[in-house]
């Protein structure tokens, strides 16, 4: 199974972006998006490394939604 991780772009500096999420910064290619027009302020979906797709916020915010739902069910059932 792959995951693709939402993160907002911080900056654009050519094929390359820093982009971020609650609190982690990353540097991330655009190369596989370099036909499309990747803004700061976008949110991008990265796999490995690399922006795969531009997204709305609003799905990256629900993605991270699903994500923190799960993974604190997960960090419970360890717990328990």
């Not at 939402?6 to 094929?15: H, I, L, S």
């Not at 036909?35 to 629900?62: P, W």
């Amino acid at each position: 199974m792959c995951l693709a991780i939402p993160m907002r772009v911080d900056t654009v500096d050519g094929y390359v972006a820093r982009c971020s999420v609650k609190g982690v910064s990353r540097e991330v290619n655009l190369f596989l998006l370099q036909d499309r027009s990747v803004t700061v302020g976008d949110h991008v979906l990265v796999h490995l490394g690399y922006a795969i797709q531009i997204i709305e916020a609003a799905e990256a915010e629900s993605t991270w939604a699903l994500f923190d739902a799960a993974f604190g069910a997960q960090s419970g059932a360890i717990d328990a």
